[in-house]
């Protein structure tokens, strides 16, 4: 009963995909739901900068009491009280709000291309990991089926040793083979093991959460994709790519920067206005005349003309051109980073379908040299080490065609992402 509990259980564990990967890891990755909490606040600043071009309205109540200790006055205590009501506008000043409503736009923008490439992000690392770990289980695979051989050799090493065939040391040599392929299979399992740990962290999952990923069969058309020359690559990223396009949208912010400091040569015009009204008690006038004599209104304009401000203007304005400097350079340097990526990946993947055309015809000819040397082990005509030679020379063989198969594809679908092109499934 409980070997088939386990076994049913083991049945129903989900086998996750590359896409499934992706599309939790965008709805779980903590960068990302920041990105997003980003933008609302952003909103908040778009609004309230908007908001700065409407008049102000306050309102204002004070009320006072007054002790006076002397016996020489009629009263000795005063109970006073002011009302009032205030609005202020500012008409004019020079752009700085127009140009901060502007570039609270750009900002917004800047938090979209922000949240997309915190997406860009995962999906390339979501890539990597799942790459490494399909790499690692198909190597696991391939120690597992060595080690079975290996066993296989050694115990027919201890039957031709009984028939006097081959020496203690020819078996002892097998011996050795069979530890060493164990613990080389040992070693796949711990790093297979790392990786699901890798690919489970960037997934969020907490620690009681299991995940297995499916071992695909890749053909030769998945990994020998015709690519695009490098250059129509790199020309597609830096059109397609958000950290490009942030750049760009900063340079425009520090422009608007450079205008709201020119601004601070300008005068200003604002209008305000005011109602209030007050009263005071000892004065022998009731509450009602009191409030009605002391109502007045209010309005006025007040202009305000900068002549000389310590330098603070022109500090603001050399500041603001010289920010204006640092993000042209900012956007140069994202684009040659962008062209080192673009480049290394494309490298990466045109050197990993050549290796892997050549690590096809390699593991086949050496399988068959092995498969030979074997045959002839068994009928004496060939020494253990001979025949151990030629394994570890298949086993790299193997190692080699699986580190270029994996090397291409996870290359080719991190140029996809470049490319803005859909992840293919896995």
């Known amino acids: 009963m409980i070997i088939a509990v386990a076994v049913n259980a083991q049945d129903n564990v989900t ?9 939790y890891a965008l709805e779980q990755n903590i960068q990302v739901k920041i990105s997003k909490v980003s933008k609302l606040s952003g909103d908040e600043d778009l609004q309230q900068s908007k908001a700065q071009m409407f008049p102000s309205l306050s309102a204002g109540i004070s009320q006072g009491f007054t002790n006076y200790p002397s016996s020489d006055v009629a009263t000795n205590n005063s109970y006073s009280g002011s009302y009032n009501v205030s609005a202020g506008w500012r ?10 409503i502007k570039q609270n736009e750009i900002r917004q923008n800047v938090n979209d291309l922000q949240i997309e490439k915190s997406e860009n992000d995962i999906r390339l690392s979501i890539i990597q990991a799942y790459m490494q770990v399909l790499y690692a289980k198909e190597s696991v695979r391939t120690n597992e089926n060595t080690v079975d051989v290996s066993k296989a050799q050694r115990d027919r090493g201890e039957a031709l040793l ?5 020496s203690r040391v020819d078996l002892a040599q097998l011996e050795s083979q069979h530890s060493s392929d164990k613990y080389r299979l040992v070693t796949s399992q711990t790093n297979l093991d790392n990786y699901l740990l890798q690919l489970k962290q960037l997934l969020e999952l907490d620690i009681t959460s299991e995940i297995q990923v499916g071992t695909p069969e890749l053909s ?6 015709p690519l695009p020359n490098k250059e129509t690559i790199y ?5 397609v790519m958000p950290e490009v396009r942030n750049s760009e949208l900063n340079i425009d912010i520090s422009d608007l920067e450079v205008k709201k400091a020119l601004a601070g040569y300008l005068p200003s015009l604002s209008m305000n206005a005011s109602l209030s009204a007050g009263h005071a008690s000892g004065s022998g006038i009731n509450f009602g005349d009191q409030m009605w004599n002391r109502f007045n209104e209010n309005i006025g304009l007040t202009l305000s003309i900068p002549i000389y401000s310590n330098r603070d203007n022109k500090t603001a304005v050399n500041k603001a051109r010289l920010s204006t400097i640092t993000s042209q350079l900012d956007l140069i340097n994202t684009q040659k980073q962008l062209l080192r990526t673009v480049e290394g990946i494309y490298l990466d ?6 290796q892997y055309l050549a690590a096809l015809e390699r593991v086949k000819y050496v399988e068959e ?7 002839q082990f068994s009928l004496g005509m060939k020494n253990t080490l001979e025949l151990l030679t030629a394994k570890n020379d298949f086993l790299n063989a193997q190692q080699e065609l699986l580190q270029a198969k994996y090397m291409a594809a996870m290359s080719i679908q991190l140029l996809n992402i470049y490319q803005n092109k859909p992840v293919d499934e896995i």
């Open 220 to 225: 030769l058309d998945n990994i020998m994709v």
């Open 349 to 354: 993947a045109v050197s990993a379908q050549n």
């Open 162 to 166: 009984k028939e006097g065939s081959v």
């Open 91 to 100: 008409l004019f000043d020079g752009g700085r709000r127009t140009n901060t």
């Open 15 to 23: 086998q996750w995909t590359l896409h499934d990967c992706i599309d």
């Open 369 to 375: 040299s092995y498969n030979l040397i074997d045959e």
């Open 235 to 239: 020309n597609t990223a830096l059109s």
